[in-house]
C-alpha cells in the first residue's frame, strides 16, 4: 500500500512548483504550511506501514513545529515583531 | 469489521490531501489557494490519523494518532488564519474577480482587489 505514500509525496511536489513559482512571499508562505502537513500525514502512513510506534511521536512533533514555523511567516508578512 | 472502514477512511483523507495540494496549484490568487488547500489538507490529514486509530485501537500508535489529529485540528485553521491577516496587512492583492472586500473597506483605507486585467 505504498501508493499512498506515492500520492502524498506527488502532493508535496505540487507545493514544491508553488514555493517556486508563487508571485508574491505570501504564497510561498502558504506551500510551506501545506508541505508540512503533508509531511505529517507522510509520517503518520510511515508508521503505520512499517509498525514502528515512535515515528507517530515525530508526527505531533512536526505538526506542533509546522504551527510554529508558520505563525512566524505570518508575524514576518505582517511587519510585526516576534515578541509583539 | 473495523478494518475496511480504517482502510476507506484512510484513502478519503488521502484523496481530499492530493485534492488540496492540487488546489493550491490551479486557484488563482494567494486567498483562494488558502482556503481550499488548508480545508482539504486539514480534513485528509485528520481522516488519515482517524483511519490509524480505527485500524490499530487503543495501542500506543492509536493513541498518538488521536492526539496528532486533535492537534492538527486545533492548529492548522489558526495558522491559515495568522496567514490570511499576514498577507492582508502585507499588502497582496486579490484576484480581480472578487466581489467584495469589507476587511480592506474597513482597515485598510479601500478594498484589496487587483484592478488591472492579467
Known amino acids: 500500500m505504498s501508493i499512498l505514500i506515492i500520492i502524498l509525496a506527488i502532493g508535496a511536489f505540487l507545493c514544491l512548483y508553488r514555493i517556486y513559482q508563487g508571485p508574491s512571499i505570501a504564497d510561498r508562505a502558504v506551500g510551506v504550511d501545506i508541505m508540512g502537513i503533508l509531511f505529517v500525514g507522510i509520517t503518520a502512513l510511515s508508521a503505520l506501514f512499517y509498525d514502528l510506534s515512535y515515528l507517530m511521536d515525530l508526527s505531533i512533533t512536526l505538526t506542533l513545529f509546522s504551527f510554529i514555523g508558520t505563525l512566524a511567516l505570518a508575524k514576518y508578512l505582517e511587519k510585526r515583531s516576534l515578541d509583539d | ?118
Open chain 2, 1 to 118: 469489521m473495523i478494518s475496511p472502514i480504517g482502510w476507506i477512511i484512510i484513502w478519503i483523507g488521502v484523496v481530499f490531501d492530493i485534492l488540496g495540494a492540487i488546489g493550491l496549484v490551479r486557484f488563482p490568487d494567494v486567498y483562494n489557494r488558502l482556503q481550499a488547500s488548508t480545508k482539504c489538507v486539514t480534513l485528509g490529514t485528520f481522516g488519515i490519523m482517524v483511519g490509524i486509530f480505527l485500524l490499530k485501537g487503543f495501542t500506543p500508535m492509536g493513541i498518538k494518532a488521536l492526539i496528532c489529529g486533535v492537534f492538527l485540528l486545533f492548529t492548522s485553521p489558526v495558522a491559515a488564519h495568522a496567514l490570511m491577516k499576514g498577507s492582508l496587512h502585507f499588502g497582496t492583492k486579490m484576484w480581480k474577480g472578487t466581489v467584495v472586500d469589507e476587511y480592506g473597506k474597513d482597515k485598510l483605507g479601500g478594498e484589496q482587489i487587483d484592478k488591472k486585467e492579467g
